[in-house]
């Protein structure tokens, strides 16, 4: 059975930075797509990045220039630099990975980063 495991998040003070991981646990194929998404407290959640395993790389506009997605597409990983964080990146952040363009297969259990003041 094919697991994403998160790590990498926690507290950090706005302006700081964290460095997200999420690895792949189990026996598939290269994904195709793999990507981070977020969800804050009462809100629905939303793409913050994704790249797929021939380098193709998306953003949300609003978060290009401080986050910074890569992949290692041997392991089957992904990584999310994010960097200047504000009080409003506080959520709780999901890996997701998918074997085709259409859809994310597989999702991780999220982990929480919180951001203060």
């Known amino acids: 059975q094919v697991q994403l495991v998160e790590s990498g998040g926690g507290l950090v003070q706005a302006g700081g930075s964290l460095r997200l991981s999420c690895t792949a646990s189990?026996?598939?194929?290269?994904?195709?797509?793999m990507a981070w998404y977020r969800q804050a407290p009462g809100k629905q959640r939303e793409a913050v990045a994704s790249?797929?395993?021939?380098?193709?790389?998306y953003y949300a506009p609003s978060l290009q220039g401080r986050f910074t997605i890569s992949r290692d597409n041997a392991n089957n990983a992904v990584y999310l630099q994010m960097n200047s964080l504000k009080l409003e990146d506080t959520a709780v952040y999901y890996c997701?990975?998918?074997?085709?363009?259409?859809?994310?297969?597989?999702w991780g259990q999220g982990t929480q980063v919180t951001v203060s003041s």
């Open positions: 997701g990975a998918g074997l085709t363009w259409r859809s994310y297969d597989y």
């Open positions: 790249a797929t395993s021939e380098g193709t790389l």
């Open positions: 189990g026996s598939v194929s290269t994904f195709h797509v």
